[in-house]
């Protein structure tokens, strides 16, 4: 059964700090890794897709890369902002559905 | 291009009614995808449907149940509603790898 870890759990930094998110799964046999956002009380935004083939994606500030063989992935966030302030949630395609992390809860201070 | 809608976004019922929820994905979107997200579990997997055929289920109890109609909208359903149904029921169209979430039902039973 497939297992999805986020670390960490919490995140509070200074605006304009770079920062990087951390996931891992137990089965590596994924499809695909897909980061979204998540405001309270929201639906998700997808901010990256990366598909089993690819290694990394890039939009923006944003970098995520996957290493299926290890089971990780990470996002990276440049030069943080107050606004991106919300969950981070990765999550697995396994089979037919996601398998998602329980998300990081970052915290950028103006 | 219109995303993924669903309605209602609030809903209060009472124990041991039952509630019905809507998805329309975006157009085009064959694969409509339901999941449910509580503070103790996290984004959990229902069920998801293609071309109205149910191609996967979660393991919930078979008081939730699903549908989708011809023009790829998807409705779910929850009979004999328990308090622990209290969640954000969310909903996911695809046309490809990458999905996009809707913004949500907030269901409260009380």
């Known amino acids: 059964k497939q297992e999805v870890t986020q670390i960490p759990a919490a995140l509070s930094v200074p605006e304009g700090e770079n920062l990087v998110l951390n996931c891992s799964f137990t089965d590596s046999a994924i499809y695909n890794l897909q980061w979204f956002r998540q405001d309270p009380g929201k639906g998700l935004t997808s901010l990256l897709l990366?598909?089993?083939?690819?290694r990394e994606q890039t939009s923006g500030r944003l970098n995520a890369s996957l290493d299926k063989s290890s089971g990780r992935s990470t996002l990276y966030i440049a030069a943080s902002q107050p606004g991106d302030s919300a969950t981070y949630l990765c999550?697995?395609?396994?089979?037919?559905?996601?398998?998602f992390g329980p998300g990081t809860r970052l915290s950028v201070l103006p | 291009k219109a995303g993924v809608t669903q309605t209602p976004r609030y809903l209060i019922k009472t124990r041991g009614q039952q509630v019905t929820l809507s998805c329309s994905p975006i157009?085009?979107?064959?694969?409509v995808s339901w999941y449910q997200q509580t503070p103790g579990q996290g984004l959990q997997f229902l069920f998801e449907y293609f071309s109205e055929t149910q191609r996967n289920k979660g393991n919930f109890p078979g008081r939730f149940s699903g549908r989708q109609f011809s023009n790829s909208r998807s409705e779910m359903n929850v009979s004999t509603l328990e308090l622990g149904d209290s969640a954000l029921y969310l909903c996911?169209?695809?046309?490809?790898?990458?999905?996009?979430f809707g913004q949500g039902t907030r269901l409260t039973v009380v």
């Open positions: 996911a169209s695809s046309h490809g790898p990458e999905a996009f």
């Open positions: 157009s085009g979107h064959r694969s």
């Open positions: 990366i598909q089993s083939s690819q």
């Open positions: 999550a697995v395609l396994d089979g037919q559905n996601f398998v």
